[in-house]
């Protein structure tokens, strides 16, 4: 099993940014591809970003390459997620997820484990 918990949502101005953190636990952190998704009120869960175990490869939805950036720390067991020039319709739940086999696409059917979520509420 493995425990995801995520952390730095919170309330934006339009324009600005925020770094998610999500904090692993349970088995080998390193073996896992790890991704972010959101989902807005009355909304189906979003794909954003996925970033493989070594952190050589990673995948972004088109609606948030180059203002969303995935990294991970394999010593902290922690993966980010820096959100900047952050827009009222990026609000919404963001989720942490995992995967065993080194999924990074935007399927949320291919991942294994989903933390609780961290609220992120831009105003305009």
């Known amino acids: 099993q493995v425990q995801l918990v995520e952390s730095g949502g919170g309330l934006v101005q339009a324009g600005g940014s925020l770094r998610l953190s999500c904090a692993a636990s349970?088995?080998?952190?390193?073996?896992?591809?790890m991704g972010w998704f959101r989902q807005a009120p009355g909304k189906e869960r979003e794909f954003l970003a996925a970033i493989s175990w070594t952190g050589g490869t990673k995948n972004y939805a088109d609606s948030v390459k180059g203002r969303f950036t995935i990294s991970r720390d394999n010593a902290k067991n922690t993966v980010y997620l820096q959100m900047n020039s952050l827009k009222p319709e990026d609000t919404a739940v963001y989720y942490c997820?995992?995967?065993?086999?080194?999924?990074?696409?935007?399927?949320?059917?291919?991942?294994?484990?989903w933390g609780q979520g961290t609220q992120v509420t831009v105003s305009s």
């Open positions: 349970g088995r080998t952190f390193s073996r896992y591809s």
């Open positions: 997820t995992a995967d065993l086999a080194n999924w990074l696409g935007s399927d949320l059917s291919g991942y294994d484990y």
